[in-house]
């Protein structure tokens, strides 16, 4: 779970790049996006474009146990090259 003053410093950063949705659903459909990619145990990049403003989400997809959906830990996320730390498991 993000802490606070993360999740205010995102909140803050989408408002100012007009993008629209909670930080939660934006963070989610970019570990949406990592899993999609199928692949297990290396770091990933995703890219997206929301308005005008780049997003980039790094990080890894841990395989699921017992038939579960795979694990996606984002490491950074860059809105627009400035990059946060978030350090956390999204799905």
């Keep these: ?3 606070g003053e993360l999740y205010e ?3 803050r950063e989408f408002a100012r790049h007009r993008i629209g949705g909670d930080v939660e659903d934006v963070l989610l459909e970019l570990a949406e996006a990592l899993a999609d990619q199928g692949v297990v145990g290396k770091e990933l990049s995703v890219k997206e474009q929301m308005g005008c403003v780049k ?3 790094r990080g890894t997809c841990e395989k699921g146990e017992d038939g579960e959906e ?3 830990f984002i490491r950074t996320l860059f809105v627009d090259g400035k990059e946060f730390e978030i350090e956390d498991y999204l799905l």
Excluded: D, I
Aim: aromatic share 0%; hydrophobic share 50%.
């Design 1 to 3: 779970m993000l802490n």
């Design 9 to 11: 410093k995102l909140e």
């Design 55 to 57: 997003l980039e989400a």
């Design 70 to 72: 795979p694990g996606v």
